[in-house]
C-alpha cells in the first residue's frame, strides 16, 4: 500500500483556506479516501450518527505527481483527525512560503509507517515533507490503520447510496442570513421544522408551547421539479400555505435538530457560491448541495463537489 504526492497550489488554497476548515465544524474526524482518480473526506458515512458530508475533488486540481497502489483497486482509505490535519498543513506551507524565493520548495504528502517511542510496533501516519534551504522539515499526523477491503467497500457503498439527489432543490440566496436566524432559533428550542416547496418557498420554523420562531423565502431558484402556486394560496397565512401545498403533494416537511442545521450553515467557510437546499424521497433526510464555479465564470467546477445529509428527528421529537 503506497501513496504520495505533491499538492498544488490550488490544492493548498482549497484545503487549508476553505474546506478542512469547514469539515472541520462538522465533526472532529473524517475518513479520507484516495482513489486513483478522486480524493475524498467523509463524514458519518458508516455509523449513521449526525451529519453527513461529503467532499471530493479530482486529484488533478489538489495533485501533481499522484501515485497511489493499493490491493484494494487502488484505493486507501482512513480515519484522520482534521484538526491535526489543518495544524500540521499550516506548519507546512509557513515552511514552503519563507523558503520560496530561495529554492524551488514543493510540499509533498505521503502515507508512511514509523516506529514512535512508546510502541515498537510501526504505526501509519500521513506525513507532510517539505524541503528548505538546509534541511528537510517534516510534519506526521497521526492516522487510524487503513480500512481493510471489506471495509473499503463498505465506505464506497455507503458513499454511492449518499449521492441521490432530491427531485426539488431551491437556491438559497443567503446562508449567513439564514445562519443569524439558526443562532436565535438555538435558543428556542431542539427541533426546526423545514418545509421546502415545488413552488420555490422555503420555510424554517421553530417552536415550543410558548413561543414560535421561523422565517420565509419564497419564490427562490427551482430546479427539478417544480410548481405553479395557486392564485387562491396567495394572500394566506405562511403556514396555511406551507399545510396545503403538502396536501397537494407540491412540497415536503422534515424536522431536523437545530445543531446539525447551524453545522450544515457552516459550510460556507468553505466558499461556495451557490447552496441549494431539497428534501429526498419519503422525507429520509434534507439534502445541502453546495455549487462551485470555476474562477471568473459561472460555469460549474466539475472538479469539486460538496454536500451534506441531516438525519431526520422522529415525528413529534424535539
Known amino acids: 500500500m503506497k501513496f504520495k504526492a505533491f499538492l498544488t497550489e490550488t490544492g493548498i488554497n482549497l484545503l487549508e483556506k476553505r474546506f478542512i476548515p469547514s469539515l472541520e465544524k462538522t465533526s472532529k474526524t473524517c475518513h479520507i479516501l484516495f482513489t486513483k482518480t478522486h480524493t475524498l473526506f467523509l463524514h458519518n458515512l458508516l455509523n449513521g450518527d449526525g451529519i453527513q458530508s461529503i467532499a471530493q475533488f479530482t486529484n488533478q486540481i489538489l495533485f501533481d505527481d499522484y501515485r497511489i497502489s493499493s490491493q484494494n483497486d487502488d484505493r486507501i482509505a482512513f480515519v484522520i483527525d482534521l484538526s491535526l490535519l489543518l495544524r500540521a498543513l499550516r506548519s507546512s506551507v509557513a515552511i514552503c512560503s519563507e523558503y520560496s524565493s530561495v529554492v524551488n520548495n514543493r510540499l509533498q504528502i505521503k502515507l508512511v509507517k514509523k516506529v514512535n517511542q512508546n510502541c515498537s510496533v510501526a504505526a501509519p501516519f500521513l506525513t507532510f515533507e517539505t524541503r528548505g534551504f538546509k534541511s528537510a522539515v517534516v510534519q506526521d499526523i497521526p492516522i487510524s490503520k487503513p480500512l481493510s477491503r471489506a ?12 449521492q441521490d439527489i432530491p427531485q426539488t432543490l431551491i437556491q438559497v440566496p443567503d ?20 418545509s421546502i416547496s415545488k413552488y420555490g418557498d422555503l420555510r424554517v420554523q ?5 413561543i414560535s420562531l421561523g422565517a420565509e423565502f419564497r419564490k427562490l431558484l427551482v430546479i427539478g421539479e ?9 394572500n394566506l397565512s405562511a403556514q396555511t400555505r406551507s399545510s396545503r401545498s403538502i396536501l397537494r403533494g407540491d412540497a415536503q416537511s422534515v424536522q431536523v435538530s437545530v445543531k446539525h442545521f447551524a453545522k450544515s450553515l457552516q459550510c460556507h467557510l468553505a466558499k461556495p457560491d451557490c447552496a441549494f437546499y431539497g428534501i429526498a424521497p419519503q422525507g429520509s433526510c434534507l439534502t445541502v448541495i453546495f455549487q462551485f464555479f470555476i474562477p471568473g465564470t459561472h460555469q460549474t467546477d466539475k472538479s469539486i463537489s460538496y454536500h451534506c445529509r441531516l438525519p431526520v428527528l422522529d415525528p413529534g421529537t424535539g
Open 151 to 162: 471495509q473499503v467497500v463498505e465506505l464506497q457503498n455507503a458513499l454511492d447510496m449518499a
Open 175 to 194: 446562508l449567513n442570513q439564514l445562519l443569524n436566524l439558526v443562532d436565535r432559533m438555538k435558543h428556542v428550542g431542539d427541533a426546526v421544522n423545514v
Open 206 to 210: 421553530v417552536s415550543t408551547t410558548l
Open 226 to 234: 417544480q410548481a405553479n402556486a395557486p392564485a387562491e394560496d396567495q
